[in-house]
């Protein structure tokens, strides 16, 4: 895990930079400039009518203008930026679909070559990017587990720089930036605010690892007095290994059986490597993992289109879908801020075909 000596640094001089995710470089690992394609600090939106409706201050961070078009981007940007600082040559790696696409278009940016090992299934939007991207792609039968021992072998014979997640700390480093830009926005002229409650969704886990790290740093600062936030990690009801290791309150995760089929491919991780450190972090933070529906899922990127206008990619849904419940429920403290990870857009078939499929 990366430590860093953030003694001395004022808010009011990183508040002082333009508004990026670079205006936090204390927080990074990087040396020298980052392999960047141009990444602004996204939105944080205020939701006015699920605030009403909920009874609660609601807010949604949006991802989905990000390069590439998810969240992927704050990981791929400093993960290729890190490995490429250490001398890498060659990277592989495998994916679920998004970040293979994001970090495939980072290593055209810094000229490097990349493998992405995939499931023959992950969406055809991800194959494209990649593929378009000039890396090159190898689709495996099965899941993303057997992606990744395909990256692993790949690693031991080449020599090149393997970025499993969890195999290297740096795009969880990258991930953070995402809550620095919400702890800054949500915050006043003197200091960072960290929101009540957040709920997003939960594949690998380094969303939630990132945020608990980002909270616990600015803190240790003291540029925020508040509580840790309460953190609500979402996964769909078809994969959901570690919310059933919560709701079972086991202490470790145990991997999925069969592959199955969700139209939230981000969360599509049937054995994550880190779930039993994601458990604990959900579990100290006083919050819970819940698991939502396909039909919850698809009618939740049509509710908040609908409402806010923001078109959510299924995985970001899938924590609305959540908060959503929780609000019904009683048991959504805010300020909340909802993760959306990614654009809709990327996931336009596969949304087509569920919306039909229930019509007809
Ligand atoms: C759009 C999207 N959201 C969420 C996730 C899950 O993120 P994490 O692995 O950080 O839990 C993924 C992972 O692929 C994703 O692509």
Known sequence: MARYDLQG???GEVRARPRSP???????????DPVSLGEAATPLLFCPRLSEGWRTEVWLK????????????RGASVGLSRAVELGAKRIVMPSAGNAGGAWSLYAARA???ITVTMARSAPAANQAEVTMAGAELILVDGSIADAGRVAKEIAQESGAFLSTTFSEPYRLEGKKTA???VFDDL??????????TVVLPVGGGVAALALAKAADEVRTLGWTGDEPPVIVGVQAANCAPIARAFDRGDDDVVSWEADPYTIAAGMRVPAPSEGALVLDCVRRSGGSMLAVSEDAIVAGVKELASTEGIF??????SAFAAAQELAG???LEGPVVIYNTGSGAKYAEALSKHQSEQVG
């Open 62 to 73: 949006d991802d989905s203008g990000m390069p590439g078009a998810t969240f992927k981007a």
């Open 312 to 317: 959510a990619c299924p995985e970001g849904a």
């Open 329 to 331: 429920r009683g048991e």
């Open 22 to 32: 670079w205006r936090y470089g204390e927080f990074l690992p990087l040396r020298g």
């Open 187 to 196: 915050g006043d002229d003197h200091s960072m605010r960290l929101p009540r």
């Open 9 to 11: 640094l004022s808010l």
């Open 179 to 181: 809550w620095l830009e």
């Open 111 to 113: 000229g490097v070559d």
